[in-house]
Every structure is written in structure tokens, then in C-alpha cells.
């Protein structure tokens, strides 16, 4: 961690001295120069209006985790609305998905294009009859945002998609290097049909605890952030290896964290080496973010890449949260320079609304029909993922990220000293705006959520009592001010 | 099956004789008044502009089973396009999956819609931010639709997604049954997080032998049509059970096709109430389409229906594919008239773009997060599935696909009479355009497709050696008989 903060602080404060004047001005004003400048609360939050729309919707659809009905028309910027007209500063973002505000001008236009109408009427199914214009769509917008070292592009339909058809990449790749220049055998053509090695091989995905990595039946099995998702449900008897927890602030407890980081290391080699079925494939979160907010090191995250290289087990690093953008990296595994790239990449959410992965080419299945299903993707989405990945470069998003997240960050320690009972193992230090810290009970985090909205400020909570902070890409400095002034009144009154 | 074509088809006629004059005229004509009247074929398909342009997508994403390259702006109700200016009649519809032609006028004005823009740019995360007007696009498009006996809705991302998530809500009834009013145990609570009983209980679903519901890991474990889909992949335990191959024509083998139905119910019956973990639900295809197009009686999904009524196991009619109108009914399992409504039917393909379930409230798990992601589901295709529902609504186009269906099914009667080679076990009499036949060999008809598309027609298979047809609803006729005229001359050349 410490020596990938230093790298990449160097690195941008060069990017940004020799683009100062763009940096400075304000991109959220340009965007949406009728941003509200500050929250403005009427009602209860949830209000009248919220619960009359609501009971509305439950008659056809279950939303008991609803926190409120939004105004999406009316919402504007990094300010969402709500159906009782309450404007709230949205630092949570939908779930960490929206990257350039509410009502980008420049994603509306991408919405009215001849190409988004296109797609939508005539939705392909891209694996047998693609599109004329699929291979630009993918080669101007995601594959020019694609992480150094990769070239070739899955297209999925949400984050457990990405990960799980990841997952099944992996897995053909293992058995295919079994299996060398042989063909199928009849006795594997046959026991797949009943689910049966050798066709079905036992063979694992390996985890890491309080990781998140969707909620099908695949990519289930390997989330291990809390019981509510899991239970009842059945799972494939997967490992899980531990994830380091370090203590903070890191410059005061480095050599402890770094023994956290070996006994971690070397607990993953054991189990990864040892499990009763051949692991196929590793999956980790850059920043372990549903689970907790957890950090690691880059010389831990260069472990794991050491070690799966040693055994030939595939490498994903599933950025479905903290690809495009909003760590200070396009994507986060930047932050670790590794000696070699991973394997596959896996994002969606601020790609807005659909899943993707990287990989390079030997992950791809040698025969047809293997990675297959009737959509392979959806152009209509890729479309959306490109004008976004567009905008951040041409307005420099992921530079402005990195220095806002840092202006908050020494803002947030501030307080931290101030009121440290619950702003407690502040974390994420150069790590653009994902940051997080403790509160003193799971009770004070969830009162802090709600307290929050009354005062203004849409936020998230992650694991058992942290806060996580995940603004839009056009957050500015402006808005952290608003944010540091609720938090500083809750912490404050406690 | 008797029984079911006969009550449906006597109720067909009523209907169509009240709505003579408007089913008369063509629907097609008027959503494409400048759709091509024949196909035009230049070039050997896959053509030289395809080659280029695979060759240029394969550089970013692996399309190994792609026919040819379409351009998706100058195809035209139902006529296909492809980039080397070959116009092919289409009646295989991006597998099942355009309902209403290509460039259809109503979804492009949905498709411009405000709404869309806004659900487009704004994607929210409905579970907990739900859109004001979510509710309104349920009601008035998706719920107006649903079968009889259903009053809730899911709203997923493909069709294994809809499934998946069915198979999650059977598995929390079940288990929440089993608990009764008691909260979890701490057992519960610890085992799950390492993917083991109780927490993580031993369950499975049952589905039948060449059935298709999907390719992800839990979806998959109960697809059992190809082991190409299957191979290499870990798989739950789960059973299967037989389904019948009836035998053709129906009228011919009424005996010997109910004592396989017989058959096929007692083993289902055995399988379901002895294996080796308990089975939450059973999934089924009113027709199995992937698998091979096989049919049952209506009295076979009663049996079902019986038979997962006395166990207390959840039943899910999987209508991905047969779903929304192609089987001459709006949902195929509206042709059983069952004494009671299935437990959960899922669908996607023709409903555009997304996946749902349709369940009765009991399958609602009583908790939040317990059926929950990131987006649970997408307004802008619930957008264009409502406008899909109302336009088939507006232009009867569930009673034009019967009265073609019939049509077409005669004259197919009558060139299997003449070709009985190639033209084997007709089937789909009564269901609409869901119509298929079996080749005289896998190369035969791999041949077959290969050579429709030179004379002019996309048309698709399934199963071993069959020719499955899946057009969009707006398939008249005079579209009918182009496809008959290339049908022909393929298996006379034979």
C-alpha cells in the first residue's frame, strides 16, 4: 500500500502540474450548470410520498430494502431527488454505479443516438449474428480503456455474470491443458449429462473471506461477505482463504501489517495447494468493499499474482466496484504495478448496466458453444460503457478523482483525530474517493445512514459497521465540503 | 396434447371469426410498408464483407459461432440483412427473440421515449432506489400480461438470471418453511459462510433430460440438452428425470404415447420423492426447445402439477423461449388449462432483453437483501417489453401467430407425406409457429440450415438432427410460403 501511494502520488501530481489549468476548473459546473449547490431536506426521509409509491409498487414487485422512491427526471449532478421533493448530496451513487452524475449531457446525447435506437429494436444475438457496428463500439470505447496488457473482451449482463462466465473460462482452460491436443471422451461426453465427473470435474473457485463477488449459484459461492446472501441457499464446497486485516493508520503499524500480509499469504498457498478438489481459479477484490472496505498492500496482491503464477491457477481480479475510475486508477490493480498482469479483469457497475471481462487470449475457449449464450452481451450497453469510458478520458475523471479523494482524505483524518471513536480506521488513502472507516456499533453505522439523508447526504454502509464512501466521478471539492460538514455534525452529536 | 390443440383450437375460431376483417389484413404491411416482398441472396453466406468483419471483431472478442454479420439498420420486419447485402427471409429471429420484426416503428418511438432516455442514463439501483415510474411500467406492461393467477413479478437480466433467481426463491420457501417461525441458528449463520450445512444446505431442482435453462452455474447444472454446454463445468448433484418422445403423428399414437407419458410421470415421481437431497422444485419447458423441440400433453404437466402439488415442491414453468405469443398462446402454459397455476414462470427471449418471473406472493421471501443485486433488473427493458406486450395486445398478433401456425402446419403435413426422410415427426400442431422436425441425419440437417440461407431463409436447429422454427409474431402467410417453397426444394434435392 504505502509504496503504491507514493508511486502513484508522484505520478499525479506530474498529470496534474501539466494539466493544472483544465484540473481546476470545475467539471461538475460544466456538465450541470444547474447543479443544486446544496441538499435541501423537506419531509422525512422515507416521506409521505415515497411510502404512497411504494406501496404502489409492492403490488407487483418485492422492494422491502428500498430506501426511498427517486425522481430520476429531477435528479441532477451528484444530487439525487425523491419523490417528496428532498435533494440529497449522493455519495453512494447506486451502489457505486453511477460515474458521470445524474443527466450527463453527454450520456443523454449517446441515449438519443441512432446506434442506441438501433440496438434496442433490434436486440442481437451477438454470438451467432453481430452486428455490423459491434467491433467499433468495442474497439473505440472499451477495448481503448482496457488495462495494459489485454486484449480481448467478454461481453456479460451484470457483475455475476462477468464473474461467473469468468469462472467457467477458467475452467475450460484447466481442463483443456488436461486434457493436451485430445478430444472429448465418451465417457465425458456422457457423465456431464448427469452432472457427473469426469464431464462435470469436481473443481473449486478460490475466495477470499468477506470477499463479494455476485449472488447466482456460482458467483455465490464465492461471496463471502455475509449471511443474508448466502443462506438457505445451496453452495459449492469452495475454499476461502483469509484476507489480510490491517490496522490503522498503516504508517503507524507497517511491520504488523506486513506480517498480517505473509500469515495471509501463506495460509492462501497452503489452502490453495492443498483443497480436496483442484482450484481452478482465484478471485479477489481489489478493495474488498461489500464485505468491509478491506485494503491490502501492493506486495500483497503481488503475492497472490506470484503464487498462482507458481501453481498455473488463474488469476481474476474482480473490479465489478472498483473498475472505472473512482479508486484514482481507471482501474484499481493499477495501483500495484505488478510484475505480470492478472489473468482476467472482471467490471460492470460504473460501466453502467452491463458486465464485462478482460482476459488474455489464451482464456479463450478453442471450440464454439463453449462461452455462449443467446445475447453475449448487449450493444445497447456497450454503447453507454463507451460514451462514459470517453468522458473520463476527455475530461481527465480519473486524474480529478484521485485529487478530490485526497483533498477528503486529509479532511476525513482531521476529524478521525477529533472524533475517533467513530471515525475509526479511516482507510483508502490514495485511493481516489473509495474511502471508509468504522463506526463504534453496527447500530451508530446504521442511525449514521439514516441521520445522514435527514441532513442531506445519500450514503452507504459496507460489512458489519463501516461507512463507504462512493461518489460519482464528478465529485469536486465543493461536495466534500457538504459531506464533511454532515459527517463532522453526526460524529459530533454522538 | 389432444386434448389441449382441441379446447384451444374451437376457442381460436371463435375469436378469429369475431375478428375477422381486422386479422385479415396484414399487420406486417402496416408496421413495414416497405418490407421485401422475396429474399435476395449475392454472395455465399458467410460472405466476403462477413469474413472482414469477423475478422475485425475477433481481434477484441471471440465470436467462433457466428453465421454472418448483420446490418441491423437495413433489416426490415421479417427480413434479415447481412453486410455483404444478402436479404434473408428470417424465421429463426435471433433465436427466439424478436417479437415484432426488426425495426419495428412502435419500439423505436418506445425507444425514443423520454422514459427511456431517462432510465438509459440514470440506471438505478431499484432494490434500494427504485425509479417513480417503476411501478407504472410494471402494472401497465408487464403485469397486464401476466397469466392468469400471477399478481408478482421479478425483474432479472437474461433468462438464466430469471431462473436463478426462481431457483433462490424456491430454495428460501422452503427452507423458511422447514424453519417456521424461528430466526436462524447460529449454526446456520457460521456454516454458510464457509458453503456448509445447515447454513448452506444440501437442495437441489429437478429438471428433465434435454432440457435447456441456461449457462450459468446454477442454471446450467439443470440444463441437460448438449454436453458441449455442460463439459469441463462443475455441477450441483441434481436430478433428472425422463421426459416423453412421443411418437408422430399424435393422432396415430394416442396409446403408446400416454403409457410414456405414464412411464415418465412414475419415474419423475420416484426420482423426485427418493433422491439423495431434498428437491426445492422442479423446472420445466412447456416445449424443449434447445434440446430438440419435444412436446408433451397437456395431461403430462398436469401430472406435474399433481405430482409437485402432493410433495409441497415448487413448480417453475421455464418460458424463456416459448413465452410471449409464439406458441399461439401469450404464455404456452395457458394451452394446459392446469387445475392450478404453476408456482413461478420464468421468461426472457421475446420479452426483449431482460429476464423476469412471474411468482404467486408466498414465494416472496419475507426478508430484505435475501433476493436483492445491484440493479434488479433494468427499467429501459422493462420499457421495451411493455411496448412489446401492448402492440401484440393491439394487433392481435397471439391469434395471427395461431391462425399462421395452422396454416403453415398443413402445408408441412403435406410435404412430410411427400418427404417423409426429411421431414420427420412433425411437430408443434396447434402450438403456433413453434414448429420443428427431425432431418434424416445431423449432417442433413446442418446441410439443411447451410443451404436455406443460400436460397434465402435463416432458419435454426436444435437437438440432434432437428429444424426448429422460431419467427417473430409479425410471420404471415405470405412469409410462409417463401419458407415453404425453400423447404421444399432443399428436401427434394435430397
Request: neutral net charge.
Amino acid at each position: 500500500m504505502i509504496r503504491s501511494v507514493t508511486r502513484s502520488s508522484l505520478l499525479r501530481n506530474r498529470v496534474a502540474g501539466a494539466r493544472l489549468t483544465r484540473l481546476s476548473s470545475s467539471v461538475a459546473a460544466s456538465y450541470f450548470p444547474n447543479e443544486p449547490t446544496a441538499p435541501s431536506v423537506k419531509t422525512a426521509i422515507p416521506g409521505p410520498q415515497t411510502k404512497a409509491a411504494l406501496e404502489k409498487l409492492n403490488k407487483s414487485m418485492d422492494i422491502p430494502a428500498a430506501y426511498f422512491v427517486a425522481d430520476y427526471y429531477k435528479s441532477l449532478g451528484n444530487y439525487i431527488v425523491d419523490v417528496d421533493g428532498n435533494v440529497l448530496l449522493d455519495v453512494y451513487a447506486q451502489i457505486a454505479s453511477i460515474a458521470l452524475g445524474y443527466n450527463n449531457p453527454a450520456l443523454i446525447e449517446a441515449a438519443k443516438s441512432d446506434a442506441m435506437i438501433n440496438s434496442l429494436v433490434n436486440r442481437p444475438a451477438t454470438g451467432n449474428f453481430p452486428s455490423n457496428d459491434y467491433a467499433d463500439i468495442l474497439e473505440k470505447g472499451i477495448m481503448a480503456a482496457a488495462p495494459k496488457g489485454f486484449s480481448n473482451v467478454w461481453t456479460a449482463l451484470s457483475g455475476s455474470d462477468a464473474n461467473e462466465t469468468a469462472f467457467k473460462a477458467a475452467f475450460i482452460y484447466q481442463a483443456s491443458k488436461k486434457r493436451g491436443s485430445g478430444g472429448f471422451t465418451q465417457e465425458e461426453l456422457t457423465t456431464t449429462m448427469s452432472n457427473q465427473a469426469p464431464g462435470s470435474p469436481a473443481g473449486s473457485i478460490l475466495s477470499f473471506e468477506s470477499s463479494f463477488h455476485g449472488r447466482l449459484f456460482g458467483s455465490l459461492s464465492a461471496t463471502r461477505s455475509k449471511p443474508i446472501h448466502k443462506l438457505d441457499i445451496p453452495a459449492f464446497d469452495w475454499p476461502k482463504a483469509p484476507f489480510p486485516r490491517l490496522q490503522y493508520p498503516l504508517e503507524a503499524n507497517v511491520e504488523a501489517n506486513k506480517q498480517e500480509e505473509k500469515r495471509c499469504l501463506e495460509e492462501f498457498e497452503k489452502i490453495l495447494t492443498t483443497w480436496k478438489t483442484p482450484v481452478a481459479a482465484v478471485i479477489v477484490e481489489p478493495i474488498l468493499s461489500e464485505g468491509g472496505d478491506f485494503h491490502a498492500s501492493r506486495d500483497f496482491f503481488q503475492g497472490i499474482r506470484d503464487i498462482t503464477k507458481k501453481h498455473d491457477v488463474v488469476m481474476i481480479v474482480d473490479e465489478v466496484q472498483t473498475g472505472v475510475g473512482g479508486t484514482g486508477k481507471l482501474w484499481a490493480h493499477e495501483h500495484w504495478n505488478l510484475d505480470s498482469v492478472p489473468d482476467i479483469v472482471t467490471f460492470s457497475k460504473k460501466a453502467q448496466a452491463a458486465g464485462y471481462y478482460f482476459s488474455n487470449p489464451e482464456l479463450r475457449p478453442k471450440l464454439a458453444y463453449r462461452q455462449f449464450n443467446t445475447w453475449c452481451g448487449d450493444p445497447s450497453k456497450a454503447i453507454i460503457a463507451s460514451a462514459i469510458f470517453n468522458e473520463i478520458k476527455k475530461n481527465n475523471l480519473v486524474e480529478r478523482t484521485a485529487q478530490v479523494g485526497d483533498y477528503l482524505f486529509g479532511k476525513l483524518e482531521a476529524l478521525a483525530t477529533k472524533y475517533p471513536q467513530n471515525i475509526a480506521n479511516l482507510r483508502g488513502k490514495g485511493q481516489g474517493t473509495f474511502i471508509a472507516w468504522d463506526c463504534s456499533s453496527p447500530e451508530f453505522r446504521d442511525n449514521f445512514i439514516k441521520k445522514a439523508k435527514e441532513l442531506g447526504v445519500n450514503i452507504g454502509g459496507c460489512g458489519v459497521q463501516a461507512i463507504r464512501l462512493r461518489p460519482a466521478l464528478t465529485f469536486e471539492e465543493k461536495h466534500a465540503d457538504i459531506l464533511l460538514d454532515v459527517v463532522e455534525k453526526i460524529v459530533a452529536s454522538a
